[in-house]
């Protein structure tokens, strides 16, 4: 099995900036591309980075606007996003998710993701 856990969560002003870290372990041979998520309370679960396996490819979603950073620690089994200048719409439950496979796929969808973290709260206060 595949365990992931996130931290760094926690409270910030608005144009703040925080870190959040993803820790995983287990059968870590099997994760190959990671993905943060978040979901705000009352909304769906939404795509926010992509990192594949190499961390040679990184996507964000749209609302990251330059202002998100994903990268990864392959020799520590890390995965870290940088979130600066933020925002209280980015209040929500982020979480780290991992697939089995690498390659074309939809990687905004959760379906795609067969590991994933508890989550960690951020909240960005106004």
């Known amino acids: 099995q595949v365990q992931m856990v996130e931290s760094g969560g926690g409270l910030v002003q608005a144009g703040g900036s925080l870190r959040l870290s993803c820790a995983v372990s287990?059968?870590?041979?099997?994760?190959?591309?990671i993905a943060w998520f978040r979901q705000a309370p009352g909304k769906e679960r939404a795509w926010v980075a992509h990192i594949t396996y190499n961390a040679i490819s990184r996507r964000y979603a749209d609302f990251t606007k330059g202002r998100f950073t994903v990268s990864r620690d392959t020799a520590q089994n890390m995965v870290f996003l940088q979130m600066n200048s933020l925002k209280p719409e980015d209040t929500a439950i982020y979480y780290c998710a991992a697939t089995k496979y690498t390659g074309t796929y939809i990687y905004s969808s959760t379906s795609e993701y067969a590991y994933w973290g508890q989550g960690s709260q951020v909240t960005v206060s106004s």
């Open positions: 287990g059968r870590t041979d099997s994760v190959r591309d």
